[in-house]
């Protein structure tokens, strides 16, 4: 798959298209992952996965696993636009409903998994990479605002936009949603969108509602093996600069995805990762990722000594910052 994609690359271009963009996301997936094994968290992604394409958004053009979740493109025209806006949002909510069930009659799940979706929705236009008539990816602002607003459906339920038309929503849904005001940061930071959230399963929260703290947030990737790891306490990451809050610090990994015992190249698991701890060295600050749990993390998603995964370390920044290195020191 990865060596097709490669190939279709060079000769890959952009077109604009109208699209709903739908983003999904499972609830507790990262604790879920930490509690099973690897093999029982690749049966049950398969799963929603396949009912969420089969069952749900079977009119859907383009799929895009998110390691979490699943990011679905719907294309309309101005003919079918109440159509698809209207089957979208009925679409959804039937899935965030449905979803404790999918996997209920299912012989090959005998453990506990998450119950609960948050679904962010939005429409407009997003450039798609096109070659020899395949779809390799989209891009754009309403894919960011999607996930923007998917981050807001918590625990579950839907978010959509104004922009996405609440008067597309049929009218005996309408009920079902409230309006309220927010801020999003990257989206719209200096004054509030309206948005439209299920109100019997989403709860907004009141600090979106007022201004956004003017916060830098820096990341570092660092990549790794998990050999690097083995028979040692932990790894130090010298930060290029000093957090604003180190409480704020986030550690996620990046891992390659393996299903069925087979390794899916370019398809990447997300988790986060709480063992780790900020220090200061010499005025220097570093975090270091405690080895253990990460080897064991890693072990349960069968990632192999060699293969390549990548640690992410994001914290909001101070305004003046120190100097810092980029090497990572084992120790």
């Known amino acids: 798959m990865h060596r097709e994609f490669k190939r279709l690359l060079e000769n890959a271009t952009g077109e604009s298209d109208h699209v709903i963009a ?14 099973v094994e690897s093999a029982d968290v690749a049966v049950f992604i398969k799963k929603v996965y396949k009912k969420l394409i089969d069952d749900y958004f079977q009119g859907a053009e383009f799929f895009k696993p998110t390691g979490d979740g699943l990011l679905i493109i719907i294309p309309y025209e101005e003919q079918i636009l ?41 429409r407009g236009v997003a450039c798609r990479l096109t070659s020899e008539g395949k779809t390799l990816d989209y891009s754009g602002r309403i894919l960011n605002l ?24 049929p009218n005996e849904l309408m009920g079902l949603f409230s309006k309220d005001s927010v801020r999003l940061r990257g989206i719209a930071e200096e004054h509030p969108i309206e948005i439209y959230y299920t109100k019997d399963y989403t709860r907004i929260p009141t600090s979106l509602k007022e ?7 820096r990341r570092v990737f660092k990549k790794e093996k998990l050999k690097n790891f083995r028979h040692i306490g932990a790894v130090l ?25 087979k390794r899916r190249k370019g398809e990447k698991f997300r988790v986060d990762f ?15 990722i405690k080895a253990d749990p990460l080897v064991k993390v890693l072990e349960k998603h069968n990632v192999k000594d060699a293969w390549e995964f990548t640690i992410e370390i994001a914290y ?16």
């Not at 201004?211 to 947030?217: G, H, M, N, S």
């Not at 930060?239 to 015992?261: A, C, N, Q, T, Y």
């Open 22 to 35: 739908v983003n999904v996301d499972i609830r507790g997936f990262s604790a879920f992952c930490r509690e």
């Open 146 to 169: 999607a996930s923007r607003l998917m981050d807001l459906a918590r625990p579950s339920g839907i978010v959509f936009d104004a922009g996405f038309g609440i008067e597309l929503v």
């Open 274 to 288: 709480p063992d780790f701890e900020y220090r200061m060295e010499v005025g220097k600050p570093q975090v270091g």
């Open 211 to 217: 201004p956004l703290e003017k916060i830098t947030w």
């Open 316 to 331: 909001p920044e101070k305004s003046t910052s120190p100097d810092g290195g980029n090497a990572a020191k084992h120790c």
């Open 82 to 122: 109440e159509y698809a806006a209207a089957n979208a949002v009925t679409t959804c909510l039937n899935a965030v409903k449905d979803f404790p069930s999918f996997c209920a009659d299912d012989r090959m799940i005998n453990f506990k998994v998450p119950q609960k979706l948050g679904i962010g929705l939005s």
């Open 237 to 261: 990451y010298p930060l290029p600069s000093e957090p604003e809050d180190p409480k704020r610090i986030g550690v996620k990994i990046h891992f390659p995805m393996v299903i069925e015992g």
